[in-house]
């Protein structure tokens, strides 16, 4: 029988206590400065096996802990985030209140735990809050299934249990922290709570008086409802993991931070790192004002393929005090590529999650992750969307374009190597609607510019024309070339393609 968590009002005494001490230590840790956090974790929700979109029990199971830290430390990582329970509802060490995952052949979290700290870098575990399939299995009238989704109402019976999961693996493992995710109450198909009967006994006890039944039952209250069972559900966290190790970074993992349910909640002043797990990292900026004066804010920049951009958010100056964070399915070894591999080959040879992380393998390493690109045989250049660096947030790279250009304050920026000294012919290939065309752009290179007025093209974004836009003259060596709008003038995008930049032939003497 699982150990239960202590009761509402002990957890209650027992989180104010601790939330003084822990707030304590964090306001020491910050004033010494902390490095940023650069972190990854090789993901074990994904793959065959389950009964819906979560890895089967036991899938996995044979992964090395020597050979991940290996790939951890490789990438550059200082924090490692791997697994205390996955989705599957199974766990990765043995011999806890938790069943391991079937056939697991190590003690893996313990043992990454003990190489991790070894090799100087902390170790996060994981449990996602909403969703777990084996309680879900078990306890089919506190659940609203098993699907891969969030599906479990927060009843004081799941977070007993909860609550001494993430007190029996700290006390195991001796892990620094672990992610919190999808900390969401469920809803049903129609977007709304399905007020199951152990959802209407949570009712009374948090809103303080007897369900009115499901037609009294208004957006606001409902709402008031689910934001009370998450303050709950936090409270019962918190206190579990304090009370065990003071020190351990509770860190919640958000894919839609403006969300009513936890918008400007007690969780996301309290917690020790939030992340916003979308794609797109302005959201960040509206978090500022709702985090603790000790959250520390995180990006994650790896994980939903190209639907993330790893270059551009951390070239991003108003991104440089968020920390990075990037995940990835396991390949056939229960790894992803080699990070040798990421960082043989350029950037730009790699699609989705491979080019993200080969941005990582690079970044977090110090090294520049802008691409330099090399001449033809020829001695031409070609600059390509797939080797730009965004500087700024509106344009986006799709469909070997880049486009989405709206904001004028932002810029793109291309390196190239020139293979010998000499005047070269600059072309620009784009497309532009008549409705945008008129409006002013500056190319720089090699010491001197070159403006020109963008024109119309043909009648969608994707009719093409090229352009010569002038000649250059540039040294042998590596160059940058940029472009940015013209100042003082309104600004309308252009759909770019790409820059040719081709050796001018020099005349040879008469006779």
Not at 78 to 86: E, I, L, R, Y
Not at 117 to 125: E, L, N, S
Request: proline residues 8%; contains cysteine; aromatic residues 10%.
């Amino acid at each position: 029988m699982l150990q239960t968590g202590p009761g509402p009002e002990v957890s209650l005494r027992m989180f104010r206590l601790v939330s003084s001490f822990s707030a304590a230590l964090a306001c020491l840790g910050a004033a010494a400065g902390a490095e940023r956090i650069r972190a990854f974790c090789i993901d074990f929700n994904w793959g065959p096996g389950g009964i819906n979109g979560f890895a089967g029990p036991g899938v996995w199971a044979d992964a090395s802990p020597k050979k991940h830290v290996a790939w951890y430390k490789a990438l550059g990582c200082n924090t490692v985030q791997t697994f205390a329970v996955s989705s599957d509802g199974y766990a990765w060490y043995k011999g806890g209140s938790v069943p391991a995952q079937p056939g697991l052949k190590s003690d893996f979290l313990t043992e990454v735990v003990a190489l991790g700290h070894k090799a100087g870098m902390k170790v996060m575990g994981y449990f996602c809050v909403g969703a777990n399939t084996r309680w879900g299995l078990e306890h089919p009238d506190l659940s609203y299934g098993t699907p891969a989704a969030p599906h479990i109402p927060f009843t004081t019976e799941y977070l007993d249990f909860l609550s001494a999961s993430i007190a029996d693996v700290l006390r195991r493992t001796h892990m620094d922290g672990f992610m919190i995710d999808w900390v969401w109450c469920p809803v049903g198909p129609d977007g709304h709570t399905k007020w199951l009967p152990c959802e209407r006994q949570m009712y009374g006890e948090l809103m303080h008086e007897p369900f009115p039944g499901t037609d009294r039952i208004t957006p606001a209250r409902e709402l008031e409802f689910q934001r009370a069972a998450i303050e709950r559900c936090w409270t019962r966290i918190h206190a579990a993991t304090k009370a065990v190790d003071p020190r351990c970074t509770i860190w919640l993992s958000c894919g839609d931070v403006a969300s009513p349910q936890v918008a400007n909640s007690r969780m996301f002043r309290e917690v020790d790192w939030l992340m916003n797990e979308a794609t797109d990292p302005r959201a960040m900026q509206r978090v500022r004002a709702m985090k603790g004066p000790r959250t520390r804010l995180v990006q994650c920049v790896v994980g939903w393929g190209a639907g993330h951009d790893a270059r551009k958010i951390v070239l991003d100056p108003a991104n440089r005090d968020l920390g990075i964070y990037g995940f990835s399915p396991p390949g056939p070894d229960s790894l992803p590529l080699p990070v040798e591999t990421y960082r043989s080959k350029p950037i730009s040879a790699f699609q989705g999650n491979d080019r993200n992380i080969a941005v990582l393998a690079r970044y977090y390493t110090g090294a520049s992750v802008e691409e330099v690109v090399e001449p033809s045989a020829d001695a031409s250049v070609r600059l390509m969307p797939d080797t730009v660096t965004i500087l700024g947030e509106s344009p986006v790279v799709s469909e070997g374009q880049i486009g989405n250009w709206e904001d004028g304050r932002d810029s793109l920026r291309w390196r190239f190597r020139v293979p010998a000294p000499g005047l070269y012919e600059l072309t620009a290939t784009y497309a532009c609607i008549p409705s945008a065309a008129g409006h002013g752009l500056d190319v720089r290179v090699g010491g001197g510019q070159l403006a020109f007025t963008s024109q119309a093209t043909g009648q969608t974004w994707r009719d093409y024309k090229s352009f010569p836009l002038g000649r250059v003259d540039l040294r042998a060596g590596e160059q940058v070339l940029e472009i940015h709008t013209m100042h003082g003038k309104l600004w309308k995008p252009v759909s770019l393609r790409e820059l040719d930049l081709a050796p001018v032939p020099t005349a040879r003497p008469a006779g």
